[in-house]
């Protein structure tokens, strides 16, 4: 397939009215629900889950900082870059790589970056399900306990987080409980990506996007109402810099990345749905801005919680499914807000999962010819079985080691966050800077000179010196 059938197509595409190119199925309706929908996959586990334990990890207002400069400069141009090749190739990340490169007569490694999109996604649909699982586990927990359903525990201050820490252990120790809640998962994702842009994408973020916000809201004002405010906010913007070190300022250009779904092509093909006509740099700027808004109020949800009640910002990854619902079992209403925040991290990775779906299932949809609901059916199955590996990580295989001491579900979550990512992104950035012709790049982000000579600075040097900084410095640590 050439190029040519694509500025064809483009041609095709400038033709028709605004109308008619947003009602082709394969479009957004609007550009408003592409925004909709990319901040719909941006916002997810790494906003409401990552994010705190992260920030606490690494002493709190110095990695905030970081962690929105590293938006800036290198998570927003990145992102552009993403749309504006989906939007140039309007197909898959693969065949979108394919006719780019033949078009700018370049070298065919590129194309690299459509398959290590495809393979790192089914690597991070197969776990994210699983923790999705767990929230959404926790979520109807709580339910049933404010319905009675479910006897409350009664908790006993003196044992600390005690009751909160035999509940995680208990889910995490029963491989069947946590199948279940990745099947369900997996069902709703794969019914709806099975259903295409208009009536499953579309129809999912309509749906859950207004839900996620007014439940943020809520739990916004409950926790200013009864947590500690003050103390959540000066720890997220006071900065200790003595605090973060190397590491930490790596860690929040890795999140940064992550919150923001680049390096993988799912931007990318939401960005190949995209109508003609929207402006590219606007919409990120609003995406980016959104993701990052709910990064800084779940934050400030999250430890205004943990301050009220005594608890440790540096839990790690405990720090929602213990500390945070250890404070909902002694607050006041706990049990309804506590219900309410599990449903909103829920929701948060419903929306995000099915963007990490559909890099892949464009592709095999484009290169079989195959219906979507088939395909979709396949990528669940196959992410259902790795997710497996996940699971038992927790479990059966707690104490098997593939490489070092890390097991299985580790393994995956460092080769995906911390080298395939950054190394999709690095390889999007030096396209799209040094080897796409550049009336490309001016023709769909149609930015003034000053603004696309910044884009310029960013794809071609700040970015790539941040991801390349990135591996340095995992590469030493590993080695130290
Ligand atoms: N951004 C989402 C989150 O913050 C996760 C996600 C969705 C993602 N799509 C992605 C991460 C693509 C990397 C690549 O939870």
Known sequence: ????????????????????????????????????????????????????????????????????????????????????????????????????????????IWVLIGWVGVLTGFLILSYYEVIAGWALNYSVTYAGQLTGMIPVPEVDLSTGMGVAETQWNALLANPWELILFQTIFIAITVVAIGRGVKKGLEFINLWFMPSLFLLLLALLVYSILEGDMQAALTYMFKPDWSALGAGG???????????????????????????????????????????????????????????????????????????????????????LFGMLFFSLVTVAALTSLISISEPALAWLVEEYNARRERVAITIGVVAWILGLGTIFSFNEWENMHIVGDLTFFDLLDQVTNEVLLPLGGLFIALFTGWVLPKEIAQRQLSMGNFSLQCWYLA?????????????????????S
């Open 1 to 108: 397939m050439g190029y040519t059938r694509v500025r064809r197509n483009k041609e095709q595409d400038n033709m028709e009215n605004q109308a008619t190119d947003a009602s082709r199925p394969d479009r957004w309706s609007n550009k408003w629900i592409f925004i909709l929908a990319a901040t719909g996959s941006a916002v997810g586990l790494g906003n409401i889950w990552r994010f705190p334990y992260i920030a606490g990890e690494n002493g709190g207002g110095a990695f905030v900082i970081t962690y929105l400069v590293s938006v800036l400069l290198i998570g927003i141009p990145i992102m552009m870059s993403e749309v504006l090749l989906g939007r140039e190739g309007r197909s898959s990340p693969i065949t979108t790589m394919r006719r780019l490169i033949e078009f700018s007569k370049a070298n065919r």
């Open 459 to 479: 794809t071609r040097y700040l970015a790539p010196a941040g991801v390349l900084l990135v591996f340095a410095h995992s590469i030493y640590e590993r080695l």
């Open 249 to 335: 300022a790596v860690a929040a250009m890795g999140q940064a990345f992550f919150t923001l779904s680049l390096g993988m092509g799912a931007i990318m093909v939401y960005g190949s749905y995209l109508p003609s006509e929207a402006s590219i740099p606007r919409a990120v700027l609003s995406i980016a801005t959104l993701d990052t808004l709910v990064a800084v109020v779940a934050g400030l949800i999250v430890f205004s919680i943990v301050f009220a009640n005594g608890l440790e910002p540096a839990a790690g990854p405990g720090l929602l499914f213990i500390s945070l619902s250890h404070a909902f079992h002694i607050m006041p209403n706990g049990l």
